[in-house]
């Protein structure tokens, strides 16, 4: 039930956040008289104990702001100008049929590109909204890996899965290195967790090139050149093994290949480290010493270290402390990583992928390169249609200049849903209004916890927003398809997706979600996985195999006019990705975009603090304002996700679109530049 202008009671559901986060908040809303009221953070949610965040908090003025899209538009004037008309739901459903139509007939399915991400994280408004759509169109299929494929990978080639510890379990450790995450700005509801393990005596290391708040925040800073992180971990090891510190029983059951990765770890003595990294032998040697014998010792890995031509190398590595240690065996010992394995492993989403669909195998293309697929004249058939929903990627995908000229193209037919006037939508033939979350019915799993969240509508659609579940109906109906399954209403999907054994054994009905909001999926590993039952790989054994021995940056290819290693994370408080740079006081509360750099640096290049500078390389130029410090001497970091406000350009025209080693993902953290004085 929602609530319509008719409706005087105020009336009060349980929903939860849609965002690409890992905190996954639960939260009520209440309405009346069909306008949203309040929206208060759960306080039984274990995770999200009464509190939101700071993009989240106002989610209201997202919801009603004056920059949202409420209607319809076509485009007018050139492609990126922004210049639209509004028109009527028949109109644009018509045209964009008819344009989608002669485009398939001329070139096959494989023509139309469907570009979706996680702008809604849900099962039905994200991720399966348009597959059993685009699956019976033939379309080309989107590989969506520009988040956690490649860590996934890499943590997967060692312990056979990304599913490590549960956030809860952190409690325990009483040793946690936050390795290359940004716990403070990127995982909040994580910090109370560690700030719990803390009180029990834990000491808390984050390891990053950059002085992040979390790094302030820690007992201890290690602060490495970027990608450097496998020689790093690797002489970690070589020192526990050196010294003893080692789990020789661990080992022996848990691992293979032990006798050449220790004969491998001879290279990587902590004074070669020290060259490699800029790290200091003796913190070296400390870390290791206090990583491998201070109690149940926890990895927390996430996203920002995977960015890397080596990422996955990196996280394998990474992986093989916890078994060189024994570490698993101790409650809140492990890693702690990614948690959407359970989810999916209880929901029913097979079905609603719409596998049958379609008439065989589709080409894919990497969302990471799609500047290459939009511009790629051998590429056949072209693409010719484009089709994007729930992301960004004028200024999320790396290679700007790349993907704005592929947007840029007049005969591609480009159509974007979207709740506001994005950099992406500006190139739009057709831009279409999208409910936001108080609008739209879903079902929301979590990449950083075990609780499934059940997201009741409070209002009707604002406007004449459509949700994406309904676009995608409205669209089939238009171009005349038939398969039942593409006109599954969001009720049944949900029926569908909750139609499952493990959810039936542990009592999670739809009725219990509605009435409770979230249930806890319990995972059959508990709070040790792998403590004493294997892995999850072929043999059970975590495979050691040691990294390539060439690092990174013993690169002899790179030019030297951009000396600089450019770091772009997330760093902004009150974006996420760069959903909420159109809501104005969040704009405002960003203030400026600054770019961090080391003072030694800005003084060689006569460059003060606040003054206004370029940060550029071969593939553009970013205008930002100078902030001194934050980083280490040779490193530069400007914060990713913010727009190109209609013109301009944003961190990734400055990024490389070359891939990872495995999974899928990026190499954009492996970008270099200068950074000159603007005047
Ligand atoms: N406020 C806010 N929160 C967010 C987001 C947001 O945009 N804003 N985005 C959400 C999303 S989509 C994600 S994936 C998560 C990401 O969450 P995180 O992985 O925590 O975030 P990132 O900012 O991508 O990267 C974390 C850190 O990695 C460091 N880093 C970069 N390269 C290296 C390296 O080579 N070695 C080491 N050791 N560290 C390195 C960066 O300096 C950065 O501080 O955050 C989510 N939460
Ligand atoms: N340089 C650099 N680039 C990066 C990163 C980085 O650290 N550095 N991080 C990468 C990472 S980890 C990620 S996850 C990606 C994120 O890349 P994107 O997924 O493109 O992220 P957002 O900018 O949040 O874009 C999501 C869009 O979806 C819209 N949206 C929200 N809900 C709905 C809905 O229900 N329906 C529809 N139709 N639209 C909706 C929002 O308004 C928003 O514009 O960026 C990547 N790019
Ligand atoms: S963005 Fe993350 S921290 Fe903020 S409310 Fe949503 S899930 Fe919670
Ligand atoms: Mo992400």
């Known amino acids: 039930m929602t609530s319509d202008a008719t409706t005087t009671i105020p009336l009060t559901v349980k929903g939860a956040c849609p965002h690409d986060c890992p905190d996954t908040c639960a939260w009520q809303v209440t309405a009346q008289g069909g306008r ?9 949610h274990p995770i999200t104990r009464g509190t939101l965040c700071g993009k989240v908090n106002h989610f209201l003025d997202r919801v009603y702001t004056d920059e949202r899209l409420l209607y319809p538009l076509r485009r007018t004037g050139p492609k990126g100008s922004g210049e639209f008309e509004r028109v009527t739901w028949e109109t644009a459903l018509s045209e964009i049929s008819q344009g989608l139509r002669e485009r398939v007939e001329q070139h096959g399915g494989e023509t139309v590109l469907p570009f979706n991400y996680m702008g809604a994280q849900g099962l039905l408004q994200g991720q399966v909204s348009g597959s059993r759509f685009f699956r019976a169109l033939g379309a080309t299929e989107l590989i969506r890996s520009v988040c956690a494929g490649t860590g996934s990978a890499g943590v997967a080639q060692a312990i056979g899965t990304n599913t490590g510890i549960m956030p809860e379990e952190i409690r325990h450790a009483r040793f946690i290195v936050l390795w290359g995450t940004n716990t403070i700005v990127t995982n909040v509801h994580l910090w109370p967790l560690i700030r719990e393990a803390k009180e029990q005596g834990a000491t808390v290391v984050v390891i990053d090139p950059a002085t992040t708040r979390t790094a302030k925040a820690a007992d201890w800073h290690v602060q490495p050149l970027p990608g450097t992180d496998t020689v790093l971990a690797m002489a970690m090891m070589h020192v526990i093994m050196r010294d003893g510190l080692h789990d020789a029983d661990y080992l022996d059951n848990h691992a293979s290949g032990v006798t050449d990765f220790v004969a491998a770890l001879d290279d990587y003595s902590p004074a070669r480290a020290a060259d490699v990294c800029g790290v200091s032998a003796e913190e070296i040697e400390r870390l290791a010493h206090a990583y491998a014998a201070a109690g149940p010792a926890c990895i927390r890995l996430l996203v920002g270290m995977e960015h890397r031509a080596l990422g996955a190398e990196t996280y394998r590595t990474i992986a093989y402390l916890p078994v ?14 990614l948690t959407a394995g359970p989810h999916w492993e209880a929901m029913n989403a097979g079905p609603l992928w719409g596998d049958d669909l379609g008439a065989g195998p589709v080409r894919t293309v990497n969302m990471i390169q799609i500047g290459r697929a939009l511009t790629d004249a051998a590429m056949s058939p072209p693409v010719t249609a484009l089709m994007v929903y729930g992301a960004n990627p004028a200024v999320t995908m790396p290679n700007q200049a790349l993907t704005l000229e592929g947007l840029a193209r007049d005969d591609l037919f480009t ?3 979207e709740q506001f006037m994005t950099d992406t939508a500006r190139y739009a033939d057709y831009v279409l209004p999208a409910t936001t979350q108080v609008e739209h019915l879903d079902l929301l799993w979590s990449w950083g916890h075990d609780y499934i969240a059940l997201n009741q509508p409070a209002i009707e659609p604002v406007g004449e927003a459509v949700s994406t579940t309904e676009l995608l109906r409205s669209l089939a109906r238009a171009m005349g398809m038939g398969h039942p399954a593409l006109f599954l209403t969001d009720d049944e999907m949900l029926d569908i997706a909750l139609d499952s054994d493990v959810l039936r ?13 979230w249930a806890r999926l319990e995972t059959a590993a508990g709070s040790t996985p792998f403590a004493s039952g294997g892995f999850p790989t072929d043999d059970g054994r975590c495979a050691l195999v040691a990294p390539q021995p060439q690092h990174p940056l013993d690169r002899t290819d790179r030019d030297d006019a951009w000396p600089l290693h450019l770091i772009t994370a997330k760093g902004s408080l009150h974006f996420l990705n760069s959903s909420y740079a159109h809501v104005p006081w969040h704009r405002h509360a960003e203030k400026d975009l600054t770019v961090a750099i080391h003072p030694d640096d800005a003084a060689s290049r006569a460059i003060v603090d606040g003054a206004a500078v370029e940060v550029v390389n071969e593939r553009g130029s970013v205008a930002a304002l100078a902030s001194l410090g934050g980083v280490r001497r040779g490193v530069v970091a400007l914060p990713s996700g913010w727009p190109r406000d209609s013109g301009g350009a944003s961190v990734n025209v400055l990024t490389p679109d070359g891939l990872s080693d495995a999974g899928g993902g990026g190499d954009f953290h492996d970008a270099w530049v200068e950074v000159r004085s603007a005047s």
């Open 36 to 44: 949203a009221t309040a929206i208060t953070a759960s306080r039984e």
């Open 324 to 337: 060189v240690t024994g570490a698993w065996r101790h409650r809140g010992g492990g890693l702690l990583y």
């Open 415 to 417: 159509v974007v849903q």
């Open 505 to 517: 054994r542990q009592r999670i009905t739809r009725e219990r979600l509605e009435k409770e909001g």
